[in-house]
């Protein structure tokens, strides 16, 4: 039997506008990476490479408002975001969902999704976003 | 392992320096180069990704690598600084059993205060063990070994990353500069 595809979204575009950004520390990342979208009108993007520190991590495991975190204690963790999107909401507003890792002052390291409004920047966090335009 | 709703509560990080706005900092520019890069068994990760960058021309830079191994390997994790001029600092350098093999890792180029290519680089890679550890690679510290390693760069034009003092952190840190000039603060 063939699998269904029915469900399965495709969207054709291209890469457009590069922003190099750095956040300060004590911002939430997912937040700061949304603000820097709506500052510079980008509705859809996602991470090239963004390396930097945070205060401690919060990582979901899985989805809904149920699904268990992993707390890595800091301060100091050094993260990676090796899956960033960010997409318009239903009110038109960029929502980032970003995945990656961390490794703490043992060089021990963890993965997940970075839980909104749970993860604060510590040193810096150094990004660059690319556009993404849908045809 | 905990669950949503019941955190512990955010703690955030003091710095020497008094906090600076704005909090976010930005440069854009039009799409630019994507590039493919093969590093060769002998060559030094970092440095060679910096040099053959400064040799294209490319000024900043976020790439991506996955896979390939190492027969040299040290890198560095954040530790409590003890002499409280920064709120943090960096280990004593680690050195994992070899081979090392690289999961994933991020890496940021950009230009250093002499406007040189430095490289900013994070990963997770399993030791000669088969064990998962990650940390801050340290250029001159990480040899390619195996067959090569290849990896994927976007330049970012004019919108480039540049490192300067952070009086707040008491770091040199990367910050968006276009055109030759700070966008600043």
């Known amino acids: 039997m063939a699998t269904e595809t029915k469900n399965i979204m495709v969207e054709e575009g291209h890469f457009a506008r590069v922003i190099s950004a750095r956040v300060r520390p004590n911002q939430d990342i997912v937040e700061a990476i949304e603000k820097i979208c709506r500052q510079q009108e980008i509705a859809h993007a996602v991470v090239r490479s963004c390396v930097g520190s945070l205060m401690d991590a919060n990582l979901k495991l899985g989805d809904g408002d149920g699904a268990p975190v992993q707390h890595v204690p800091g301060p100091g963790l050094e993260i990676a975001i090796t899956a960033g999107e960010v997409r318009k909401d239903s009110d038109g507003q960029p929502k980032a969902r970003l995945y990656g890792i961390v490794a703490n002052s043992d060089g021990l390291s963890f993965a997940g999704e970075f839980l909104r409004g749970q993860n604060l920047s510590f040193v810096t966090l150094e990004l660059i976003l690319q556009e993404w335009l849908p045809d | ?185």
């Open chain 2, 1 to 185: 392992m905990h669950r949503n709703k019941s955190f512990v509560s955010l703690r955030e990080a003091r710095h020497p320096g008094p906090a600076i706005e704005p909090r976010v900092l930005t440069a854009a520019a039009a799409a630019d180069r994507e590039l493919r890069l093969f590093l060769p068994p002998g060559c030094d990760l970092l440095d060679g990704l910096a040099a053959k960058m400064q040799e294209l021309g490319i000024l900043t830079a976020g790439v991506r690598l996955a896979g390939g191994d190492f027969d040299a390997f040290s890198f560095y994790t954040g530790v409590p600084d003890p002499s409280g001029a920064r709120a943090a600092t960096f280990s004593p350098s680690h050195e994992p059993t070899l081979p090392v093999t690289l999961v994933i890792a991020n890496a940021i180029i950009g230009l250093d205060e002499d406007d040189q290519l430095k490289s900013h680089c994070h990963a997770v890679f399993l030791d000669g063990n088969g064990t998962s550890r990650g940390g801050h690679l340290i250029p001159g510290a990480c040899r390619i070994g195996g067959t090569g390693l290849a990896a994927w760069a976007t330049a970012t034009g004019d919108a480039q990353l540049k490192v300067r003092h952070d009086p707040e952190t008491n770091f040199p840190i990367f910050h968006p500069h276009v055109g030759g000039h700070s966008d600043g603060d």
